[in-house]
Each structure stands twice: as C-alpha cells, then as structure tokens.
C-alpha cells in the first residue's frame, strides 16, 4: 500500500468556525476511524478508476488487512479485499440466442461458471484458512491471559483462614517464649539469693 499524503486530513467535516477544541475532537475522530484512508482511496480512485466500478467496490479491491501477532510485528498475516460480482469472477451477461445455441457456447458458457466456481472455493479456502489461524491465536491468547491471571491471583491474593492459623501459632510461640525467658530470669534471681 502507497504512503498517505501529508496533506489528507485538510479533508475533514470540521467547520474552520468552530471553536479550536471542538475541531481537534472531530479530527480525531476522523483520524481514528480511518476517515484519511477513505480520503485516499477516494483520490487513487480518481486517478485511477475501472470503468464501472463505483468508490466502494474500489475501495473493496484496494482494502488491504495487515494482522499482527506480535508486539515486534515479525508474525503477521496479510488479508486482501476483493469483489466477487459478475466483472470480478469474470462472468459476462447471457446473451439470448447465442449463449445455449449449440455444445461449443453451453461449455463456454459452463467453463466461465467453473472458474468462477473455482475462485470462489479458492477464495473461501483462504478466508477458512486466515480465520482459523487467527481464531488459535485467539484461544492461546485467551489461555495466557488465563494463566497469567490465575498466577497473579495466587501470587497476591492469600488464603484468610491458613494465614489466620499461622499467626495464631506466632502468637503462641511468642507468648510461650515470653514465658520461658521470665522462668529463667526468676529462676536466675532465685540463685541468687540463695548466695547472698
């Protein structure tokens, strides 16, 4: 896909009377709808038109899908638009009182339907192909996600009662230790009286 022009987003339906905030928000929103794309295919259409072909079927043709799978953007999967109307499985009208007349104008007739038949197949194989990659991606996504969040949770969140348990027991080792160093010290106190 060619480079948008710098100068696409003077195409825009903000009014140069608005107030300054009111136009930055509906550039924004154009930006980000992909308003400058359109903008673009609008202009190569232009240049460059089939006859016959309106905007949109154009925009169809040109639209081109890029996935990326990864934050360094080295999987990716490309998706390109395409028209299957009549012109673009390559079928032509019938024309009565020629088309059925004989063998050779029947298989002419059937040969064009098979190759659009075939591109079709051709074509839904693609897409079947494209979605299941990216619906496994989804599901191992989904399943990181999981994992990390069950991780996480367990990392941070503690269980009351275990924790409640433990430092009941921290409390009863240090009373009993309290007592202990109190028995020594009288104990020791004790002795020495006896000496005195």
Known sequence: MS???????????????????????????????GQPYLKWLYEENKAHPVPGESFWKAAIRKLELKLVFNETGSSTLG??????????????????????????????????????????????SSLGSNL???????????????????????????????EAANSQALSTRQSIAVSALSLANQSQQSVLQLLK
Not at 4 to 25: E, G, I, M, Q
Not at 135 to 153: A, C, E, P, W, Y
């Open 79 to 124: 998706i390109n638009g395409v028209v299957f109307n009549s012109a673009g499985l390559g079928l032509s009208n019938l024309v009565p009182g020629t088309d059925f007349i004989d063998n050779g104008a029947t298989n002419k007739v059937l040969a064009s339907l098979n190759a659009a038949s075939s591109t079709l197949r051709s074509e839904g």
């Open 132 to 162: 299941s990659i990216v619906q496994v991606r989804q599901d191992f996504s989904k399943s990181l996600i999981n994992v990390l969040q069950t991780g996480s949770s367990n990392l941070t969140l503690a269980d009351t009662n275990e």
């Open 3 to 33: 480079q948008l022009p710098d100068d696409v987003d003077t195409f825009s339906y903000a009014d140069p009377t608005d107030p300054r905030l009111k136009r930055f928000f509906i550039r924004l929103v154009e930006r980000l709808t």
